[in-house]
């Protein structure tokens, strides 16, 4: 594992070869460049605003802007400013397929896929009782031992292969395999991602993770790599106890789900939805586990236990 100490900036641009005394080389992959959440909230934020009756959703389409962001340093800013903006817009999102996940805890998802065949999903837990920085606490804990506890259902495999700062991390994912029809035999995916932590004394922080290329984690025969164009959580105080975590994801498969007839055959049956829908009470079930972890934590410390007292 290497761990260094080096700027954002210097781990974007650097041209060395990776060695223990150098940082990390890595650039946001085409899709993560060219992701729709930009411009898809700026739609919807928009429809926030007084509107005619007839104003449609927003269409799932890529944008210019966010392709043409100068540098990745600047890109991965504004996606962070765009998946804050949809977080907030969650009650907004009506032309979206809902789960619901388990009443008690407050879990929910929506879901939908963009033309391009890509896999949107928007899950929230309203309410937790702990305090945002506990939370974003734990969703920084990037421990395989932790991130298999609570994210089981959709994460099977994660390892922090280098630490570009205090703040940024190269990340190599294995998402667990589809249980749907014969999929868990041939859709094993795997992603290399940059992930970024957005701390803030204000009510809302954020942690991003975005497809990257790089030569600490090299593509294997036995997993495809698919391309995580955005995956964030946005963290909102809503009390100096309490908190709501949401989630946003966009997610291409690749391999052979990206050649034209398959991505026909899946939108015609409706397969694609199905498994879109599947990720996404996937999805509740981990939000439900980190709620019910962080609580136990906050109430382990309120009774002067370890924290290593709770099983999560």
Same mark, same amino acid.
């Given at each position: 594992?290497?761990?260094?100490?080096?700027?954002?900036?210097?781990?974007?641009?650097?041209?060395?070869?990776?060695?223990?005394?150098?940082?990390?080389?890595?650039?946001?992959?085409?899709?993560?460049?060219?992701?729709?959440?930009?411009?898809?909230?700026?739609?919807? =934020?928009?429809?926030?605003?007084?509107?005619?009756?007839?104003?449609?959703?927003?269409?799932?389409?890529?944008?210019?802007?966010?392709? =043409?962001?100068?540098?990745?340093?600047?890109?991965?800013?504004?996606?962070?400013?765009?998946?804050?903006?949809?977080?907030?817009?969650?009650?907004?999102?009506?032309?979206?397929?809902?789960?619901?996940?388990?009443?008690?805890?407050?879990?929910?998802?929506?879901?939908?896929?963009?033309?391009?065949?890509?896999?949107?999903?928007?899950?929230?837990?309203?309410?937790?009782?702990?305090?945002? =920085?506990?939370?974003?606490?734990?969703?920084?804990?990037?421990?395989?031992?932790?991130?298999?506890?609570?994210?089981?259902?959709?994460?099977?495999?994660?390892?922090?292969?280098?630490?570009?700062?205090?703040?940024?991390?190269?990340?190599?994912?294995?998402?667990?395999?589809?249980?749907?029809?014969?999929?868990?035999?041939?859709?094993?995916?795997?992603?290399?991602?940059?992930?970024?932590?957005?701390?803030?004394?204000?009510?809302?922080?954020?942690?991003?993770?975005?497809?990257?290329?790089?030569?600490?984690?090299?593509?294997?025969?036995?997993?495809?790599?698919?391309?995580?164009?955005?995956?964030?959580?946005?963290?909102?105080?809503?009390?100096?106890?309490?908190?709501?975590?949401?989630?946003?994801?966009?997610?291409?498969?690749?391999?052979?789900? =990206?050649?034209?007839?398959?991505?026909?055959?899946?939108?015609?049956?409706?397969?694609?939805?199905?498994?879109?829908?599947?990720?996404?009470?996937?999805?509740?079930?981990?939000?439900?586990?980190?709620?019910?972890?962080?609580?136990?934590?906050?109430?382990?410390?309120?009774?002067?236990?370890?924290?290593?007292?709770?099983?999560?």
């Amino acid at each position: 594992m290497l761990k260094t100490s080096y700027s954002v900036n210097s781990a974007a641009h650097t041209k060395k070869k990776e060695t223990p005394d150098a940082p990390p080389e890595w650039a946001l992959s085409r899709g993560a460049r060219r992701n729709s959440i930009v411009a898809f909230a700026q739609t919807y =934020d928009a429809l926030n605003e007084p509107s005619s009756p007839e104003e449609k959703a927003p269409d799932l389409t890529k944008r210019r802007s966010i392709s =043409d962001a100068t540098g990745d340093i600047a890109t991965l800013l504004e996606i962070k400013d765009a998946l804050l903006s949809l977080c907030k817009s969650y009650d907004t999102v009506h032309d979206w397929a809902c789960t619901r996940g388990d009443k008690e805890h407050g879990t929910q998802g929506k879901y939908k896929i963009s033309p391009e065949g890509d896999m949107f999903l928007l899950n929230r837990a309203a309410v937790i009782n702990c305090a945002a =920085d506990a939370a974003m606490a734990l969703l920084w804990d990037m421990r395989e031992v932790t991130v298999f506890k609570i994210w089981r259902n959709v994460i099977e495999h994660c390892e922090v292969v280098a630490k570009v700062s205090p703040t940024q991390r190269i990340l190599h994912l294995r998402w667990a395999r589809p249980t749907m029809g014969v999929a868990g035999n041939t859709s094993a995916r795997d992603t290399a991602v940059i992930a970024n932590k957005y701390e803030s004394k204000g009510p809302v922080q954020a942690i991003v993770f975005n497809s990257v290329t790089t030569s600490l984690v090299p593509e294997r025969e036995d997993y495809v790599r698919g391309e995580t164009k955005v995956l964030g959580f946005v963290v909102t105080a809503l009390s100096p106890t309490t908190c709501s975590v949401a989630l946003a994801c966009e997610f291409a498969m690749k391999g052979a789900f =990206d050649r034209p007839l398959c991505k026909a055959f899946l939108s015609c049956t409706k397969l694609d939805q199905a498994a879109a829908k599947l990720c996404s009470v996937d999805c509740n079930k981990s939000l439900k586990a980190l709620k019910l972890a962080l609580e136990a934590i906050e109430e382990a410390h309120d009774h002067d236990e370890p924290p290593e007292a709770v099983h999560l």
